[in-house]
């Protein structure tokens, strides 16, 4: 996949000072186990984490310190195991995460955190770091979301290996629905759902033939078939009991289709760039699933992370 974030052409002065945003999701697009493989397709939107380091320019020295986010202990360890990589003993270095991304719902809060925490210290001592080498430290820490790689991408989010780059992420809005309910990513993937995961194979195919089409050729309602196949298949694994009013709510306005965070309590409904009826669509949505939800009118971009 190659190297990321170069950051070639700073100066000493911006090398002190950097700041590397990371898109969280709105869940996958397709998540399930194929041949005893696991995996998922990213859907990274632009809701973002954004994580800071800074420093007097002595990173390395004797005698220094070194100030960390204290409520971000996955953060923490990318640092450590970034500077690892590189050799550093990263004092004299502060690191800070500002993120926009709910915690707990399955839209890769951890991962954009951790992502952008192995950029930014990596540009902050002048190396460069591989999406690979990303991935490996945060996998490290937990099972992780793939959008550490650029455009849209199948991803072993337990292993680390990608199966496959599936192209550029296509243009569309999505809204993300939020329960509010937290889901505990560690606990999840320790669960055995590998009967499940069995029973939904031909399906779980067919979804992967039509998300790959989709983003191949730009097609939103090709992509939404295939979300929509993988969401109902994940029913059986993390159930959303809302999720048919969701679904009901879109259909009558005639959107592609919707995606869910499969080890999480987010959903998405997905939508044509020139859909103008957002309003109307949160109030069929509430009004179907007679309950509260927190919306996020958001769209799909790429993953990996870049200086912002």
């Known amino acids: 996949m190659g190297e990321i974030c170069k950051f070639r052409g700073l100066s000493s002065g911006d090398m002190n000072n950097i700041r590397v945003k990371t898109p969280g999701t709105c869940g996958e697009l397709v998540q399930g186990m194929i041949d005893g493989n696991k995996f998922h397709i990213t859907c990274p939107v632009n809701i973002f984490s954004c994580v800071s380091v800074s420093g ?3 990173s390395g020295s004797s005698g220094g310190s070194r100030t960390l986010p204290s409520n ?5 360890r990318a640092v450590e195991k970034t500077l690892q990589l590189f050799k550093s003993t990263g004092e004299n270095i502060s690191v800070s995460v500002s993120s926009e991304i709910p915690e707990g719902r399955g839209m890769a809060s951890s991962t954009a955190d951790v992502t952008g925490a192995c950029l930014a210290v990596a540009a902050f001592l002048g190396r460069n770091i591989k999406e690979e080498e ?3 430290i945060a996998l490290a820490i937990e099972p992780s979301d793939g959008i550490m790689f650029r455009g849209i991408v199948m991803f072993d989010h337990l292993n680390g290996r990608v199966f496959e780059y599936l192209g550029e992420a296509p243009r569309m809005k999505i809204l993300i629905i939020d329960s509010g309910e937290r889901i505990d990513t560690l606990e999840f993937n320790r669960a055995d759902h590998t009967g499940v995961h069995l029973s939904n194979r031909d399906k779980i195919l067919e979804a992967i033939e039509l998300v790959r089409a989709g983003v191949k050729k730009k ?8 979300a929509t196949i993988s969401a109902l ?3 059986k694994i993390i159930h959303k009991p809302w999720l048919p009013g969701v679904m009901k709510a879109a259909e009558k306005f005639g959107c592609p289709g919707v995606n869910v965070a499969h080890s999480g309590s987010a959903a998405g409904v997905l939508l044509e760039t020139g859909f103008n009826k957002i309003d109307a669509l949160k109030s069929a ?5 007679n309950r509260e939800f927190d919306f996020y009118e ?6 990996g992370g870049v200086i912002c």
């Open 285 to 289: 949505i509430l009004t179907e699933c």
């Open 298 to 303: 958001t769209g799909m971009t790429g993953g």
């Open 233 to 235: 298949c994940n029913q």
């Open 72 to 76: 971000k202990w996955k953060t923490q």
């Open 56 to 58: 007097d320019g002595s």
């Open 219 to 226: 097609d939103v309602a090709m992509l939404g078939r295939g």
């Open 134 to 136: 990303v991935a490996r």
